[in-house]
């Protein structure tokens, strides 16, 4: 049992610094003896848990999918207009993104595959599918405002989301959610403060 107990810590330990170390320089860049100085390993220890980069990397991508349909499951079971669900959905994924390193690890190697082979990572399909879903389900009750042109809504939160989280490594993630829930209220129009214009980035990020 203590045997096993020190092997999971051992795991998350890795994981840990896995995840710090694909933020910091992708997939391509990151390097296992870094991560595993980071835990305090040696990389032969490192080996014995994660054979290769690609199975450490797939150790983040696959619990980021997971928590992201769980996400959307969550928003799909509140009583809540399509549209205040999306901007659940997108403040719930901006908050993980802001709070969680292995979520935000997660995002970035699944885009940065998704990227390599060409096409949208699964979370962004998945993404651009519930906004349709949500502009269909808000036309037949009658409450499309803000949700008129889905397809194009939904590429721009997607467009916002990255942009946000590409430009905002100099002041780093503290105050990522909160620059996207502000452009998320210049998104969907007819709110409280819609006439009221976009804050910037750097402001955002307490820059002067």
Request: aromatic share 8%; with cysteine; hydrophobic share 45%.
């Amino acid at each position: 049992m203590v045997k096993q107990d020190r092997a999971r810590r051992t795991h998350e330990l890795l994981l840990d610094a896995a995840a710090a170390e694909f933020v910091r320089h992708g997939y391509v860049g990151a390097n296992l003896q870094r991560v595993a100085e980071e835990a305090n390993l040696t990389k032969g220890a490192l080996y014995a848990h994660f054979a290769s980069k690609r199975l450490l990397a797939n150790a983040l991508i696959a619990p980021f999918e997971a928590t992201w349909r769980e996400l959307l499951a969550q928003a799909g079971r509140t009583d809540l207009s399509p549209a205040e669900r999306l901007r659940l959905i997108t403040d719930a994924l901006a908050g993980r993104l802001q709070a969680d390193l292995r979520f935000r690890a997660g995002f970035h190697l699944a885009s940065e595959d998704a990227r390599t082979h060409g096409r949208l990572p699964r979370f962004a399909l998945d993404f651009s599918g519930c906004v349709l879903g949500l502009a269909a389900e808000a036309q037949r009750q009658g409450r499309s405002a803000g949700l008129q042109d889905p397809e194009w809504l939904g590429q721009l939160l997607l467009v916002l989301m990255y942009g946000v989280y590409y430009t905002t490594p100099a002041c780093g993630t503290g105050r990522f959610g909160d620059a996207v829930c502000a452009l998320w209220q210049q998104v969907v129009r007819g709110g409280e403060g819609a006439e009221a214009a976009p804050p910037s980035l750097p402001a955002l990020c307490g820059q002067r």
